[in-house]
């Protein structure tokens, strides 16, 4: 963990105040950009501030630190999302973000883990990262390496074959030393996820590939903190699938659960209210 | 593959460049403890498997997923691991396309991939399983070196060279039935640098795999004993690109300028392969010469055993023979030989 707290309010209460930051961010980097997917960049922002803040052992100091918690942002388009997170936590200077998305900027809508430091793993194309942490924790297991490696996946994202590869391998190598948390926030490009390719009974289909599950609200830190605090060890046996209900476009009103919002961008007048709808979000 | 084909599975099992490859694999891996082992449920097939009986521990057979293997072999890498996979040429190429060029090429990690039953080699095994793409599809990718053995002996060496190889590498062999194109292991071998396997100044094949030795076969029938050395017959010079990328440019430059002819010879499309790297060479050097791809002319291969399928391409001995005289604009010298 990163952050010195005295109890759990105060962790919650500073983690609450850091949504709000980073939140204002990515608007201001979808501005700089002249767009951005914005929508399910603030559905992952507690989740990631979870893991970055809190629950990763990882030193922005060092980077490659060898033994360090992986992260793989399998939905990869959750650049804006997470880059703000990584500079926030001290991997770079915020300002090294102000050419976001622009040409020969190294931070791009999908980030490239040779150009970002923090980011374990260049994606982009869907249904790769889970598969690659099977890898890692294989690699760690052979090596009797007890760090850990999370993926974070969307929901849409689950519609990937390659997924329930990977997932399927997971379980049969027992490697719970892999986390897979879904940012369930029910819209993908076409629309919700129930109309353009049904992926319920979500849980279920984890279940049955072998691994232990939890449903949480991906927004509240009590649950986010609860969940991610009391994982099983890494030598346990079973790999953990943690869906965390979200919504797309979370903290700006007129994006909330708006289909158009996966990606966008914004004029002065919608960035002023996106900031100040991020501004009353309660704390 | 379904039953009553001519090739069973115990054939497949009997490959000889995969023996070498597997052997070969063994020796680096007790070497060094980071080398792991993959495949997609053909452990025996691809002969990946002697690695899995000496080293269990570092083997892992990830199902019939070849995508899932692509990527779970870049997590490897990612963990300090030196991964080698081995699956058919068909579905490392193809099936699992994407992963190659996105996780393994893009962040340019150590990977080995390689492609066994290559090119024409299943033969009757259908044309769903020859691969005649593979060579143009890695070689697009950025930071992918694209290397073909043209025997045994030069799988071992390329297997050597990639456990010192920086970045990903392809390696297509075939089902290994094919003789030695070399009469010696005793030879300097060094990945991106082209073997010229017999001189002559009268036209230049280039050929991978196992056109090699079909290549050096077509050649010697050109060769003919004298007393004095000089026949009057065209000496042809063999020059073995057992890397298609990097490419050696200078001995293409250096063969166009000096022959005046070339042929490439390849089992696979003349698209995008060996033939189409070649020409790319000589275009952007501004050489002109009279020049000739011989492959799968653009087309579904056609199925039969792999030998009627060399002779129908014309990438056999016979077929590259004729190809050189037509270029040449001379006789065949066949008939002479058959009258002494």
């Given amino acids: ?283 | 593959m379904a039953g009553g084909l001519s090739y069973t599975i115990e054939d497949l099992n009997d490959l000889t460049q995969g023996q070498v490859f597997g052997k070969t694999l063994c020796d680096i891996g007790r070497e060094d403890p980071t080398i792991v082992c993959l495949t997609a449920d053909l452990a025996k097939s691809t002969k990946i498997g002697t690695f899995f009986n000496e080293f269990p521990e570092r083997s892992f057979n990830m199902g019939i997923a070849e995508q899932n293997m692509i990527s779970a072999a870049a997590g490897m890498a990612l963990a300090g691991l030196k991964p080698y996979i081995a699956t058919f040429a068909c579905f490392a190429s193809m099936r699992a396309c994407e992963q190659v060029r996105t996780d393994l090429c893009y962040p340019n990690l150590n990977v080995t991939v390689i492609g066994t039953h290559s090119g024409l080699s299943m033969g009757n095994g259908g044309t769903t399983h020859h691969a005649t793409e593979d060579l143009a599809i890695m070689r697009s990718f950025a930071n992918m070196t694209v290397t073909v053995p043209a025997d045994g002996i030069e799988t071992a060496r390329i297997i050597e060279a990639s456990a010192k190889h920086k970045g990903p590498l392809y390696m297509r062999i075939g089902r290994g039935f094919e003789p030695p194109a070399y009469d010696s292991t005793d030879y300097d071998f060094e990945l991106g640098k082209a073997i010229t396997m017999r001189e002559g100044a009268s036209a230049t094949i280039i050929a991978c795999g196992m056109c090699v030795r079909e290549a050096m076969e077509a050649a010697e029938d050109f060769a003919e004993e004298t007393e004095d050395g000089k026949s009057g017959r065209p000496d042809i010079r063999v020059v073995n690109m057992h890397t298609i990328k990097p490419i050696d440019k200078d001995a293409i430059i250096k063969s166009a300028q000096e022959t005046g002819t070339i042929i490439t010879v390849e089992e696979h499309n003349i698209i995008g392969g060996l033939g189409g790297a070649v020409a790319e060479v000589l275009m952007d050097a501004g050489v002109h010469c009279k020049f000739k791809r011989l492959g799968i002319p653009d087309c579904f291969s056609v199925i039969g055993y792999p030998e009627d399928l060399y002779y129908h391409y014309k990438i056999d001995r016979e077929g590259i023979y004729g190809t050189v005289c037509e270029l040449l604009g001379i006789e065949s010298f066949a008939d002479d030989d058959d009258d002494e």
Avoid at chain 1, 56 to 77: A, C, E, T, Y
């Fill in chain 1, 1 to 283: 963990m990163l952050h010195n707290y005295q109890s759990r309010d105060e962790l919650v209460a500073f983690l609450k105040q850091k949504s709000i930051e980073v939140r204002k961010k990515i608007i201001q980097l979808v501005v700089t950009a002249g767009g951005g997917h914005v929508g399910g960049g603030l559905s992952m922002t507690e989740i990631l501030l979870t893991m970055y803040w809190h629950i990763l052992d990882i030193d922005p100091k060092n980077p490659k630190k060898p033994d360090r918690d992986r992260l793989i942002l399998s939905k990869g388009h959750g650049g804006i999302g997470i880059c703000p997170v990584l500079a926030d936590v001290g991997y770079y200077e915020e300002s090294l973000m102000n050419d976001f998305n622009q040409y020969m900027s190294p931070f791009g809508m999908h980030p490239d883990m040779n150009k970002v430091p923090g980011i374990d793993m260049s994606t982009g194309s869907l249904g790769h990262g889970l598969s690659v942490c099977v890898g890692l924790a294989n690699g760690a297991r052979l090596k009797n390496e007890k760090w850990r490696t999370f993926c974070i996946l969307g929901d849409g994202e689950c519609n990937e074959g390659s997924v329930w590869e990977a997932a399927m391998s997971a379980a049969h190598y027992k490697l719970g030393n892999v986390t897979a948390i879904i940012d369930r926030n029910r819209l993908m490009i076409d629309g919700p996820t129930a109309e353009i390719m049904s992926i319920e009974p979500l849980e279920d289909k984890w279940k049955a590939f072998g691994f232990d599950t939890k449903v949480i609200n991906g927004h509240d830190y009590n649950e986010l903190l609860d969940t991610f605090e009391n994982l099983p060890g890494p030598d346990s046996d079973k790999p953990v699938c943690v869906i965390c209900n979200t919504t797309k476009g979370r903290g700006v009103s007129f994006m909330e659960n708006e289909v158009k919002w996966h990606y966008g961008g914004l004029d002065e007048e919608s960035e002023k209210q996106a900031v100040s709808d991020i501004e009353k979000l309660s704390l």
